[in-house]
């Protein structure tokens, strides 16, 4: 293997590596969102003076949406290291 060879061959693992890492952080961020989504849906709504009962209708579809997206990002990513580790 000439140097020229050894030299592309090393920028070609660098960036792969950077890409591997960049991959890795955004599924950590997405992971982190479905995460904040599934805490949000378990909080206790706070007590307000005003009661409206639209927005308190309106806050309890939210937390139940959120709540699913939350649940199944937990759980799509739960299956997705299994299967990492598999490999």
């Keep these: ?6 030299s ?4 070609a693992r ?7 890492h960049a991959q ?5 961020m997405v992971e982190w ?10 909080e206790t ?3 307000t ?3 409206n009962e639209y927005r308190a209708g309106a806050e309890s ?8 997206l939350g649940g199944a990002g937990k759980a799509y990513y739960e299956k997705y290291e299994e299967l990492k580790k598999q490999k």
């Excluded at 293997?1 to 050894?6: H, L, Q």
């Excluded at 890795?24 to 950590?28: I, S, Y």
Aim: proline residues 2%; charged residues 35%; aromatic residues 6%.
């Design 1 to 6: 293997m000439t140097k020229k060879d050894w």
């Design 61 to 68: 579809i939210g937390r139940k949406i959120l709540g699913t």
């Design 24 to 28: 890795h952080l955004g599924d950590k």
């Design 45 to 47: 709504p706070k007590k």
């Design 33 to 42: 969102g479905f995460q904040k989504m599934d805490d949000v849906a378990k």
């Design 8 to 11: 592309l061959d090393a920028w």
């Design 49 to 51: 003076a005003v009661k």
């Design 14 to 20: 660098a960036a792969a590596h950077g890409l591997a």
